[in-house]
């Protein structure tokens, strides 16, 4: 699919999208649970869709009627199939191993040759070291083991998904268990996003100092509950307010844990100068931070080598994209520089299967007109982005 833009600006208002990162933790939560409950706001991009057929298949009975998923749970992880399908969701692959893990069966996790080609080297490594099966081929993992409780360590440094799933794993087992984090913690943000919905269920975690978790035996209780809005794709719609547009974004909560929300503090950043912009905590802002600085005064982000194994390698074909544009990026250790750039019109760009590079590249055809391929991919977290961008004035045609 195509997404044609003409120059435009964009007026009125627009719901943030239902967060993903909180919506697999809640879905994942309620099977844990063994009750039934009913999880309402969800938004069902292919990620979603990815982790609801990942429970089906080891057990849960789910029901979904318009935005609600009723989670009944009884038979969860007693009935479970040999091959899941994990689709291109990293959240999903990440946080469904440990738990399989649990089983003491053979089982595969399916998924698209870029989402194996994404780290799984914590997994491999717990594998190896208690003597579990783990095989990779390019488009699957293997898994056989017998999980325990016990004390775990885990780098901070690698994405938080890995954490999160080892979580879900001993939450699941049912016993005290520590895991004890190797610092510098990146992505912290996300683990207070794990702990918080967790507890909605009764669950007894807390972190015990600030690089141990400690997950004490409890008994988890039904909860139903809401989808707060999602901060990540909020910044998408947020940031053609920086560029001349007059939209007000709703459904985000104020306290809100997720560590995206630093997104308006960074907006204001770049719009006052050339900052400098740590996304070690917050990557996905990365392909957003780069469309909007590039447009304004520039930017220089650090923390970047994570771009490398998202959905795409996003800074590089960020820099690809911009190339076609007429600009480009500076690379150094663990760096980008941002210039401030002028864009030709009407460029033919690609979105490189990449939902945010997507959505980043909209922003700056928005102002220069122009084409991107392959914009089907905001189905993996934002389904309704080019729609809601139509209602609220933009310009852009979809073939």
């Not at 609600?68 to 990293?90: D, P």
């Not at 544009?325 to 490189?352: D, M, S, Y």
Request: with cysteine; glycine share 8%; charged share 25%.
């Amino acid at each position: 699919m195509k997404a044609i833009f003409n120059p435009c600006t964009l007026k009125g208002n627009v719901s943030a999208p239902p967060s993903k990162s909180m919506a697999h933790r809640y879905l994942i939560a309620a099977a844990l649970s063994k009750k039934k409950c009913v999880i309402s706001g969800v938004d069902y991009s292919e990620d979603i869709l990815a982790t609801i057929d990942c429970l089906k298949a080891l057990g849960a009975e789910i029901e979904i009627e318009k935005d609600a998923v009723t989670v009944i749970s009884e038979n969860f992880m007693k009935s479970a199939s040999t091959v899941l399908n994990c689709r291109e969701s990293g959240s999903t692959l990440r946080f469904i191993i440990p738990l399989v893990l649990c089983l003491k069966n053979r089982i595969t996790l399916q998924g698209s040759t870029r989402l194996l080609e994404r780290p799984l080297d914590v997994y491999e490594n717990l594998c190896v070291e208690n003597k579990f099966d783990f095989i990779k081929t390019e488009n699957s993992v293997t898994v056989c083991g017998e999980l325990k409780s016990g004390e775990y360590e885990i780098s901070g440094e690698i994405s938080s998904q890995f954490i999160t799933g080892l979580i879900f794993a001993l939450i699941y087992i049912g016993e005290e268990s520590k895991i004890r984090i190797i610092p510098p913690f990146e992505s912290r943000s996300y683990i207070n996003l794990t702990l918080s919905a967790l507890r909605s269920f009764g669950a007894d975690i807390a972190f015990e100092d600030d690089y141990t978790i400690v997950i004490k035996k409890a008994k988890l209780h039904s909860f139903s509950g809401s989808v707060e809005g999602d901060y990540s794709n909020a910044a998408f719609l947020d940031a053609f307010n920086y560029i001349g547009s007059d939209i007000q974004v709703n459904n985000l909560k104020a306290d809100s844990l997720q560590g995206d929300k630093i997104y308006k503090k960074y907006f204001a950043e770049i719009s006052k100068g050339v900052p400098i912009l740590d996304i070690s905590d917050c990557p996905d802002l990365g392909p957003v931070l780069i469309a909007l600085a590039s447009l304004k005064n520039g930017a220089i982000l650090t923390g970047t080598d994570r771009l490398k194994i998202k959905e795409s390698d996003r800074g590089l074909v960020m820099h690809e994209e911009l190339v076609k544009l007429g600009g480009g990026l500076v690379f150094g250790e663990n760096r980008i520089t941002v210039p401030k750039q002028n864009f030709q019109e009407n460029a033919e760009l690609n979105g490189h299967n990449d939902h945010r590079i997507v959505m980043a590249l909209s922003l700056i055809l928005s102002k220069y007109g122009g084409t991107i391929s392959g914009a089907e991919a905001v189905r993996k977290s934002y389904p309704s982005f080019f729609d809601d961008l139509k209602n609220l004035g933009a310009e852009v045609k979809l073939k």
